[in-house]
């Protein structure tokens, strides 16, 4: 069984169920990446896996545990980690702050953990010292991703994690995602930049209207000509 199974998921906000029989699975040092168009309900999905979102039908479990009904607090405790979109640091806030923040379920304060997130991110080992709203955006990016790796969760969840940075530091964040993975953590990304994601996934969801219209290797995802065609920007060889 996979680390994480959220199977059949059906959900929404109101009365609309956003969420269509909706099943997604990642396993241990294993990239799933979520992409589709806008309105496909790709973080509605990750709300759903985090508990910030009650279902009306499926369910969720982490490493065998049911935790369909668990809030959030709860999975972070079961080794979930969150890194949301927007508002993911404390500008105010130093660096290593913000880190040790992430340590708030931890017993020793994250000590030696932070080393290790230090070693993964140099850029945020030089800017430790300096106030998280002074960073660029990848910077922050990196602070998030790092913060939300201080509980050592067996699942790292990212939602548009390379949101509105440049290629070349999206690039970055896609290599240290990949070293995160080697690690034996399970990362779920949802992503808009769609083609790039899916080079780095080892499974990749394509979502239309909350289903999962396309399921399949990030490889067999690129080569296909529909999903190309009609997801990609365009049937590129």
Do not use: W
């Not at 640091?89 to 923040?101: A, G, I, Y």
């Not at 800017?127 to 991703?145: D, F, I, N, T």
């Not at 999962?212 to 290797?217: F, L």
């Amino acid at each position: 069984m996979s680390l994480l199974v959220a199977e059949k998921m059906r959900g929404g906000y109101g009365a609309a169920d956003i969420l269509q029989d909706c099943t997604i699975t990642c396993d241990r040092g294993e990239v799933a990446v979520i992409v589709g168009p806008n309105g496909a309900g790709k973080s509605t999905a990750i709300k759903a896996i985090f508990g910030m979102l009650s279902l009306r039908g499926g369910s969720v479990t982490l490493n065998g545990k049911d935790i369909t009904s668990e809030p959030p607090q709860q999975r972070v405790e079961a080794g979930m980690g969150l890194v949301p979109q927007t508002n993911n640091v404390f500008p105010t806030m130093t660096v290593e702050e913000n880190l040790q923040m992430g340590a708030f379920l931890r017993d020793d304060g994250g000590a030696g953990v932070i080393d290790k997130i230090y070693q993964l991110f140099p850029a945020v080992y030089e800017k430790r010292h300096q106030h998280a709203g002074e960073l660029s955006g990848g910077q922050r990016q990196q602070v998030a991703v790092g913060r939300a790796m201080m509980t050592e969760p067996s699942l790292l969840i990212l939602d548009e994690p390379t949101a509105g940075v440049s290629p070349i530091v999206m690039d970055e964040l896609f290599d240290r995602i990949l070293e995160i993975a080697k690690t034996g953590v399970a990362i779920l990304m949802v992503e808009q930049n769609a083609r790039q994601a899916l080079e780095i996934a080892d499974t990749g969801y394509v979502l239309v209207q909350g289903q999962n219209r396309y399921t399949d290797t990030g490889a067999a995802l690129l080569a296909d000509k529909e999903v190309r065609a009609t997801f990609l920007g365009g049937d590129q060889s």
